[in-house]
């Protein structure tokens, strides 16, 4: 069965101070390593996908990486609208299922 | 420019009422798919379909059905309301499968 994990549950940082957030995975054949963001009362915006191990994208202040067994994705001086929640999930075999982790409540403090 | 459209936004039904929650969308996408998200536990997929005419079950189908006669709408269908399914629904769709979704805003369902 496909899982996928993501740490920590919640982060406060201070404006600018920089960090990262981990998303393990445990898949037969991965497919694809998605990232998403989701604000409060909206659906989930998608930022990166990665598709294998050493590949790394980057947008603004944000980069994911992806490692044979976790993903992480790093904010570089955060702004307070950077808080939101940040979901990963992983696709799989015939691609045709995403499985989804509970995501990170990031809350950026000015 | 609208995407992924999900209609009602806000839904509350009595247990054992029945609905429908509406998905459209306007980029001819041919994978399309519900889940939905409860606090603490992530999205979950209930149904997908990969094109007009093709539907398959997820994670969690139990108490719900689908089906694809176009490819731009996707219905959710409760067949029996129970509190267990008081959620946040979500519908996305993408090019095809293992493409990065497109998400609508959701419906939020509570069951009494």
């Known amino acids: 069965e496909d899982q996928v994990t993501q740490s920590p549950e919640a982060l406060r940082l201070q404006e600018g101070e920089s960090s990262s957030l981990n998303c393990s995975y445990t898949v037969s054949g991965l497919r694809g390593l998605f990232w998403y963001r989701q604000d409060p009362g909206k659906g989930p915006e998608f930022l990166f996908t990665?598709?294998?191990a050493g590949e790394e994208k980057e947008k603004e202040r944000l980069k994911a990486t992806l490692t044979k067994k976790e993903s992480f994705l790093h904010i570089t001086a955060p702004k307070p609208e950077d808080s939101a929640t940040y979901l990963c999930?992983?696709?799989?075999?015939?691609?045709?299922?995403?499985?989804f982790g509970s995501g990170t409540q990031l809350t950026v403090l000015p | 420019n609208a995407g992924v459209t999900q209609t009602p936004k806000f839904q509350v039904l009595k247990t054992g009422q029945s609905m429908t929650l509406q998905c459209a969308q306007d980029m001819n996408h041919e994978y399309m798919s519900w889940y939905r998200q409860d606090p603490g536990m992530g999205l979950r997929l209930i149904h997908y379909?990969?094109?007009?005419?093709?539907?398959d079950q997820g994670e969690v189908p139990n108490g719900y059905n689908v089906s694809r006669s176009t490819t731009e709408d996707f219905p959710l269908r409760l067949l029996s309301a129970a509190p267990s399914q008081t959620s946040v629904y979500f519908c996305?769709?993408?090019?095809?499968?293992?493409?990065?979704?497109?998400f609508g805003d959701g419906t939020r369902l509570s069951i009494l």
């Open positions: 999930a992983a696709s799989s075999g015939s691609a045709r299922q995403l499985t």
């Open positions: 996305a769709s993408s090019y095809r499968e293992g493409q990065p979704q497109h």
């Open positions: 990665l598709y294998s």
């Open positions: 379909s990969v094109g007009a005419g093709i539907t």
